[in-house]
């Protein structure tokens, strides 16, 4: 029997990630160990291609670390860079503890009214991000609709935006459904038979549920939480908008960096440093999905 050709089938793959990561990347890469220079591009070196190999061989000896150096000499990234992985543990923390009931919810439910429930899930797809995020602000404001209702029914205002809370709270909000899809695809999964030998086996359902269906649904937990964890850490539209001048996150740091201090290479710098954070948990999940598989 002829054996179908794997390779040919990796081309199209390979492409799109050589084009659209692969390329990026050495780019970013190669800004980050550029200089900040006044002039248009706002970096240097650049390759003199008039001058062949010599050239790039300039170029390539122009190139240095000075920028990481920097980094790790001002107390602002570092400060950025906690901030970002602290909110977005917390946030992915939360994310969990609400998700997972919701997603349990759903795969409990009748076929019919299990569809209705996921679609209500996906429902704030289908409005702009930014409207969203927009409609929080509206919200949470000073003169917003909170404090509006809280005054109404004789309650104190609160102070809730341009705080971290308010951040938390908005990353919450808007990455709620990449915890729950996961969730509900494992549990959904889940061999019911399980649960009833279990309990024939005289577990509680409680018992039963933390012996075998929680223990089950480890793997979407763990998808679910990188899902929302990783475009977390970056996030720049919710600190942005709803976080205060207090509150740091990389990808605030990166948009000033790259648009209002034209420092092209230390904003590069920190993207990359970022990205090498982020790779760390995909191994270590790719790493134990590899064991399970075997």
Do not use: H
């Amino acid at each position: 029997m002829r054996r179908p050709r794997t390779g040919l089938a990796a081309i199209l793959p390979g492409l799109w990630l050589a084009i659209f990561f692969a390329f990026p990347f050495l780019l970013v890469a190669r800004l980050s160990a550029s200089d900040s220079a006044l002039s248009i591009p706002p970096y240097a070196p650049r390759i003199d291609w008039s001058q062949g190999v010599a050239g790039v061989r300039a170029f390539l000896a122009a190139l240095d670390g000075e920028t990481y150096v920097r980094l790790t000499q001002d107390s602002l990234y570092l400060d950025a860079y906690l901030s970002s992985l602290r909110l977005a543990g917390l946030a992915a923390g939360v994310l969990l503890l609400i998700g997972y009931p919701i997603a349990y919810g759903i795969a409990r439910c009748p076929p019919r009214l299990r569809q209705a429930l996921v679609m209500a899930v996906i429902l704030p797809f289908w409005t702009s991000f930014l409207i969203r995020i927009y409609a929080w602000v509206a919200i949470l404001k000073p003169a917003g609709v909170l404090n509006a209702a809280l005054g109404a029914v004789g309650l104190p205002t609160v102070d809730i935006l341009n705080t971290e809370a308010a951040v938390l709270l908005g990353l919450v909000y808007a990455y709620l459904p990449f915890m729950v899809l996961p969730l509900y695809a494992v549990l959904d999964r889940q061999d019911e038979s399980l649960i009833e030998a279990a309990q024939d086996l005289g577990c509680t359902p409680l018992q039963a549920f933390w012996r075998v269906t929680f223990p089950l649904s480890l793997r979407g937990a763990a998808a679910g939480a990188l899902l929302c964890f990783i475009p977390m850490a970056g996030e720049f539209v919710i600190p942005d908008l709803m976080g205060g001048s207090e509150t740091l996150m990389l990808g605030r740091v990166i948009w000033t960096e790259f648009f209002a201090n034209r420092d092209w290479p230390a904003a590069s710098a920190v993207a990359i440093v970022l990205l090498a954070t982020l790779v760390v948990p995909i191994l270590l999940f790719e790493r134990e999905q590899a064991k399970v598989a075997r």
